[in-house]
Nanobody, 118 residues
């Protein structure tokens, strides 16, 4: 069955960095676009970043552009999100999601918590 397992979250000071990972299994990872989506406390879901199958095409929300970098290793079936210059407003539960061919997301991980605080 499809599984997406995030890791790498934690508590970091403002200005710090974290690298999130998402280990995928149960499907042909290299054939799917993938995304990072986050949910801040008391707020709705926010699309953070997408990446195409080969990794050459990416999307970033305006709030993270220039600070976050999405990447993937298809040989390792793993999605990454490098987060630099973190701000308190980046505090959220970060989910890895598989993009469905027709649009939207069809599988989600359980999420990894990122807390940015001094």
């Amino acid at each position: 069955q499809v599984q997406l397992v995030e890791s790498g979250g934690g508590l970091v000071q403002p200005g710090g960095s974290l690298r999130l990972s998402c280990a995928a299994s149960g499907f042909t990872f290299s054939q799917y676009f993938m995304s990072w989506v986050r949910q801040a406390p008391g707020k709705g879901l926010e699309r953070v970043s997408d990446i195409n199958t080969g990794g050459a095409s990416t999307y970033y929300a305006g709030s993270v552009k220039g600070r976050f970098t999405i990447s993937r290793d298809n040989a390792k079936n793993t999605l990454y999100l490098q987060m630099n210059s973190l701000k308190p407003e980046d505090t959220a539960l970060y989910f890895c999601a598989r993009m469905a061919p027709g649009g939207g997301y069809d599988y989600w991980g359980q999420g990894t918590q990122v807390t940015v605080s001094s």
